[in-house]
Structure formats: structure tokens, C-alpha cells
């Protein structure tokens, strides 16, 4: 509602601007047009400015596309910000309350939970990479991915590139997405794929290694036998959790190998799936490891100490695992970061359309659901998952529910997508000598409750 009321304020101080720039035969034609453009721009850049107004709870980014006229809604695929009434929200509580009635056999949950991994492996040897689209939304909704002097240079190119555009065409085309910008990059210097390492810079013995190495071939053995571990002399380390078949690894290689001295780790317990990503023409191993791995785990170790990892990236990861079991999951991610160091999360959100459509027999427990493929789901709020972050010591920068109107166009079908977005920080400093620091820490759960209602 707020949203909608900024939109009619801007339009309506637009319209006597453009009253006076345009002729009176243009008018008719072209006014409403250039109104709902140019508001539609200025909802997106002031949503990008108030991002970075607070570093405790930034405005919400998730895209600009309001819905105002019902009549249009089948003119795009997604609408952006849509507010529940209460008659749906109630609708979508009984759709659950009613699936629900009927659980998994107890002798069928715990299979599900110890083959976990072969439902998964079959899914990647089913779909391999064609089920999953890229993520190219990643560097728009988290910038932390990158080391900062790489995202203010990024957005300076940005800025140019739609500069460019704005002379060329109109005012109105902008690029909203990063894959374009990746996709010159990575060919201009990785070769589009290839194992070059232009614009990538190691330390002396790396670089005279991967030089005397062009094609990449026992790049890993190389690297090992210089250092402790992969990605060691990296100064900006990122891990991805669950990494699949490489649908977020890819569009942040492409943007990583011209970023200097940073290094991405990836995993996933399903073998099938890191297979994909590293026979993937654009997998090498000089600026990226990927390995199975069960986050499920504790004895598991993983193939670098703790606290070293600038980012850790969890999207639509946490939810595949059983309730009982993601605390611990996150506990032991919050080691890996460093003091500082940002976890991105992105998963789905309690009433999603997903979780309705589910038919009675799919519950687990509650709000935790099986697919037909064996593999599940758990359906988050954003409370569940500030208390979860918090807990394992990690301080909340942003925690969001980005709930959006999808639509088939073809079928004339309306869905409400419902997902929660979050990045939480570790603390720079935590010490049981600070009696300040300490308390702080103590009241991060209850600040869950009091950020909800902000």
C-alpha cells in the first residue's frame, strides 16, 4: 500500500514536468507512458540509495515492479512487493493446516533422511544442469559476494554502460541484471571458458606456475604442492553451500576471475552434482574448488581452516535439510566465516505457492514436506531464521520477505511466490572479557521479535 501510494505522489508530480516538455500532440500519446516509466525508475533508484542508508536493517531491494492496474497482470512474469490481504493469508494457513492432516509413515521419514544424498544424486542425473537457471540476480540483490573496491568498480561500469545506453536509446533502458557485463568480462579475459588466467593475479610462484600450465592440466596437484590448501594466498574467499549443478558458481566465476586474489569454494553432498560443476567447460580449478561434502556432518572437515571465508552464500540450501539438524548446520558455517565475514541466504518462505500445492501424505512434520523425488522442503518465516543466525553468533544486516505475484502468461495462472532473504555478519569482536560485548550478544534472539515489527 505504502509502495503504491509513493508511486501515485510520483506520477502526480511528474505529470505537471510533463505538461510543459512535451507537445500538445504528443501529449496524449506519449504522457502516460513516460509517467509510468519514469516512476517506475525512480521506485528503482530510490530503492538502491536507501540500501545503503543502514547498515542495521537496509530498505527492502527486491525489485521494482509494482502491480497498480489488475487488469495488466498477465503483461509481465513477476510483479514485485505484493502485500497479502487478510482473507489470503488465512486461505494460505488453511491450504497448509489441510495438507498437513496426513504424515510420512516414520518408517519412510528416516529413509528419506539416511538416503537423502541418492534422491538428490538421481535428480542431478535426471536434470543434470537444465533444471536450475543461472543465478545472474546474485551481484543485484548480494554485492557482498564481491570484495569492495570489485563492486565499486562494477557499479562505476554499471553506471557507465547505462550512461552509454541513456545517449544511445532513451532514458528509459537499463541494464538490470549482471550476466551481460560477466559474460564480456570472463570472455575478454578467461577466454569465454578457456583456462587462461588474464586478469587473475596469484603470487609469483602461482602466476609462473599457471604460465607455464596454460591449458589448466594438473592445475590442482600444481597448487597443492605449493600451498597448504586451495585457495590459500587468496585474500577474499567465498564458499557456496549446496552448490548443485553450478547455477550460482558460474555467474560468480565469471565475474571472479578479473577480480584479483579472491578464490571461490563450492560443495554439495550429492556427488552427481559436483561432478557437473567440475566438467563444466567453464571449471578451473586455479580459482575454484568444489567437493562433496555433507553440511550434515560435524566429523566431516572441510578442505581449508576455519575462519578464513570472507562470504558464505546459502540459497535454497538450508531448507533441503531436517529441521532438527539446520542449528548445528549453521553453528558450524559461522566458524568457517571470518570476524567480519558475511552469510548471504536466500530460501522459501512460509505459504509459498509450493508449499500449498503440496496434497495430503507429502507432510513430514510441520511445514517440512517430501517431494515425489524424495527429496524435501522446509517452508521458513523470518523469525525462525533470525533466531537460527543469531544463535550460532552472527548479527543481522538484513532480513527481508520477498513476497512476489508469478504468472503464466500462456495459462492465464497466478502464483504467489513467497521467499526470505537474509545476510547476517560476524561480529568483528566477541570477547567474554567485554561484559558489553557479551550482553549484546545475549539479546540478539530477542532482538528477532523486535526487528520483526519494525
Not at 186 to 207: E, F, I, L, M, R
Amino acid at each position: 500500500m505504502v509502495i503504491k501510494q509513493i508511486s501515485y505522489a510520483l506520477q502526480q508530480s511528474i505529470v505537471k514536468c510533463v505538461d510543459k516538455l512535451l507537445g500538445a500532440k504528443q501529449k496524449s500519446l506519449n504522457k502516460m507512458n513516460f509517467i509510468t516509466r519514469l516512476s517506475a525508475l525512480f521506485l528503482r533508484k530510490s530503492k538502491i540509495q536507501q540500501r545503503h542508508q543502514s547498515s542495521r536493517r537496509p530498505a527492502v531491494p527486491l525489485g521494482s515492479r509494482i502491480l497498480t492496474d489488475p487488469s495488466k497482470v498477465f503483461e509481465h512474469n513477476m510483479w514485485d512487493h505484493m502485500q497479502w490481504s487478510q482473507e489470503e493469508e488465512e486461505a494460505a494457513k488453511e491450504k497448509v493446516v489441510e495438507n498437513s492432516v496426513v504424515k510420512v509413515r516414520w518408517e519412510d521419514q528416516d529413509k528419506y533422511e539416511r538416503e537423502a544424498s541418492k534422491y538428490w544424486n538421481e535428480f542431478y542425473k535426471t536434470h543434470k544442469n537444465n533444471f536450475f537457471k543461472d543465478r545472474n540476480w546474485l551481484f543485484l540483490e548480494f554485492p557482498e559476494i564481491l570484495p569492495k573496491k570489485r563492486r565499486e568498480e562494477l557499479k562505476t561500469e554499471e553506471r557507465s554502460s547505462e550512461h552509454t545506453q541513456i545517449n544511445s536509446t532513451n532514458v528509459f533502458l537499463h541494464k538490470n541484471e549482471m550476466s551481460e557485463e560477466g559474460e564480456e568480462n570472463w570472455k575478454k579475459n578467461c577466454g569465454g571458458g578457456s583456462t587462461s588466467v588474464q586478469g587473475y593475479a596469484y603470487n609469483k610462484n602461482q602466476a609462473k606456475s599457471l604460465a607455464d600450465n596454460p591449458q589448466g592440466k594438473n592445475c590442482g596437484e600444481e597448487l597443492g604442492s605449493l600451498e597448504s590448501f586451495p585457495g590459500s594466498d587468496a585474500t577474499y574467499r567465498i564458499l557456496e553451500v549446496g552448490c548443485g549443478a553450478g547455477n550460482s558458481v558460474f555467474p560468480i566465476l565469471k565475474v571472479l576471475c578479473n577480480t584479483p586474489g579472491t578464490f571461490l569454494y563450492c560443495c554439495d553432498f550429492a556427488s552427481g552434482a559436483v561432478e557437473l560443476v567440475k566438467s563444466h567447460s567453464s571449471y578451473n580449478s586455479a580459482w575454484c574448488s568444489a567437493f562433496v561434502h555433507d553440511v550434515c556432518d560435524d566429523a566431516l572437515p572441510y578442505p581449508f581452516p576455519d575462519e578464513i571465508l570472507d562470504v558464505i552464500l546459502l540459497v535454497f540450501v538450508l531448507s533441503t535439510i531436517h529441521p532438527d539438524r539446520m542449528q548445528a548446520v549453521v553453528n558450524r558455517l559461522a566458524k568457517l566465516l571470518k570476524p567480519g565475514g558475511m552469510l548471504l541466504f536466500r530460501d522459501y518462505g512460509r505459504y509459498d505457492t509450493a508449499q500449498l500445492r503440496f496434497k495430503k501424505g507429502h507432510c513430514l512434520s510441520e511445514n517440512f514436506y517430501v517431494r515425489g523425488d524424495g527429496t524435501r522442503v522446509y517452508f521458513f518465516t523470518k523469525d525462525e531464521v533470525c533466531s537460527m543466525f543469531n544463535f550460532a553468533g552472527l548479527t543481522e544486516v538484513q532480513n527481508l520477505v520477498d513476497r512476489r505475484l508469478q504468472v503464466n502468461r500462456k495459462k492465464k495462472v497466478k502464483m504467489q511466490r513467497v521467499w526470505i532473504q537474509s545476510k547476517f555478519q560476524k561480529p568483528l569482536l566477541l570477547s567474554p572479557d567485554n561484559p558489553e560485548e557479551t550482553t549484546e550478544r545475549g539479546t540478539l534472539v530477542d532482538d528477532c521479535t523486535t526487528n520483526s515489527r519494525n
